[in-house]
C-alpha cells in the first residue's frame, strides 16, 4: 500500500512498521482536508481492513462502491464489493447488495429510456462484451468475478501459457505486449479501467496470445472458465454471449496488425480499443 501520489511518506513508513493504528489516525488526518477524496478513502478503508477494523472498513467501503456506481464507475464499484466479501466471506447480504448495484443501475436505464437493455449502462455493463446479456444474466456474470490485486512490473499473464480465465481492469492502467512474426516482443498499447483482456484464450482453452503487465497498482476482476460454465448451467445464453464476442474480435484489423508489425494503431476508448491481449 504506497500512498507516494499523496506526498505522505510518513504514512508509508507506519504502515511498514506496522503501526496501523498511528497511520489510521494520519490518514484520517488527511481526510479532514480532502473529505470527499476517494482513495485517501479507499486507503484508510484498505487500512482498517488490515487492522483488523472490519466494521469500520466496510462501513466506508460501502459508501464509496455506492458513490462509483452512482457516477458510473461500475467495474471500480464492484472491486470495491470484492473487497467486502474478502473481508467477510460469511456475509450473505454483501451478494444481494451487488446485485442491487446492478438492479439500480438497469433501473435508472429503464426510467431514463423506457427500456430495461443493460446495454448503456456503465462500467462492467457497458462494455462490448455484455451488451448483449440482460439484467439477471449480467448479475450471474459479475457475482462470478473474483478481485485480484497486481504491483507494478507484475506480470498478470504471459504470452504462450494456457488461458482459463478474461480479466477485467477495475483500476489502474496495464502494458500489452505481443510477439510479432520476428518473434520480438514488442508494446503494442496501454489498457485503463474498463478495459478487458484474456477472454478469446479462455474460450478457446488455449494458450495466451499476449503479455499482460501492470504499469501501476492495479485491481483486476477475474472471471474463470469453471465459474462460466456454472453460470451456464442456470443461463446457457451467456455462452453464446461470450463466444460471439471472442470471435468476432479474434479476427479484428487491430489484432492482425498486432500480430504482423507490434505497432500500436493508437487512439480509441478503452473499452472499445481492446483488440490485443486476449
Same mark, same amino acid.
Given at each position: 500500500m504506497k500512498l507516494s501520489w499523496f506526498r505522505a511518506p510518513d504514512v508509508d513508513q507506519l504502515i511498514a512498521d506496522g503501526k496501523w493504528d498511528r497511520a489510521i489516525r494520519r490518514l484520517e488526518g488527511l481526510l479532514d482536508d480532502e473529505p470527499e477524496?476517494?482513495?485517501?478513502?479507499?486507503?484508510?478503508?484498505d487500512l482498517l481492513a488490515r487492522a483488523g477494523r472490519t466494521d469500520e472498513a466496510i462501513k466506508i467501503l460501502s459508501r464509496l462502491a455506492d458513490e462509483l456506481a452512482?457516477?458510473?464507475?461500475?467495474?471500480?464499484?464492484?472491486?470495491?464489493?470484492?473487497?467486502?466479501?474478502?473481508?467477510?466471506?460469511?456475509?450473505g447480504d454483501l451478494e444481494v447488495y451487488l446485485a442491487d448495484l446492478l438492479m439500480r443501475q438497469v433501473?435508472?436505464?429503464?426510467?431514463?429510456?423506457?427500456?430495461?437493455?443493460?446495454?448503456?449502462?456503465s462500467g462492467v455493463a457497458r462494455t462490448p462484451l455484455f451488451r448483449d446479456l440482460d439484467a439477471e444474466e449480467l448479475v450471474a456474470l459479475v457475482r462470478g468475478l473474483a478481485l485480484r490485486n497486481f504491483a507494478p512490473g507484475e506480470i498478470v499473464f504471459a504470452e504462450g501459457e494456457l488461458g482459463h480465465s478474461l480479466?477485467?481492469?477495475?483500476s489502474g492502467t496495464v502494458r500489452v505486449y505481443v510477439a510479432n512474426d520476428r518473434h520480438v516482443q514488442r508494446e503494442v498499447r496501454q489498457l485503463g479501467a474498463g478495459s478487458f483482456f484474456?477472454?478469446?484464450?479462455?474460450? @478457446?482453452?488455449? /494458450? !495466451?496470445?499476449?503479455?499482460?503487465?501492470? +504499469?501501476?497498482?492495479?485491481?483486476v476482476l477475474e472471471l474463470d472458465r469453471e465459474t462460466v460454465r456454472s453460470i451456464v @448451467?442456470?443461463? /446457457? !445464453?451467456?455462452?453464446?454471449?461470450?463466444? +460471439?464476442?471472442?470471435?468476432?474480435?479474434?479476427?479484428?484489423i487491430e489484432e492482425r496488425r498486432a500480430r504482423l508489425t507490434g505497432i500500436d494503431n493508437g487512439g480509441g476508448d478503452d473499452e472499445e480499443n481492446l483488440a490485443a491481449g486476449r
Open positions: 477524496n476517494r482513495r485517501l478513502r479507499q486507503l484508510l478503508g452512482t457516477e458510473g464507475f461500475f467495474a471500480k464499484a464492484v472491486a470495491v464489493v470484492k473487497k467486502m466479501q474478502r473481508l467477510a466471506p460469511d456475509r433501473a435508472e436505464d429503464q426510467a431514463n429510456n423506457g427500456r430495461s437493455s443493460v446495454a448503456s449502462l480479466m477485467l481492469l477495475a484474456g477472454e478469446i484464450a479462455m474460450i @478457446a482453452e488455449g /494458450p !495466451r496470445t499476449a503479455t499482460i503487465t501492470a +504499469s501501476e497498482y492495479c485491481e @448451467a442456470s443461463h /446457457p !445464453r451467456v455462452r453464446d454471449v461470450l463466444r +460471439s464476442f471472442c470471435l468476432a474480435r479474434a479476427d479484428s
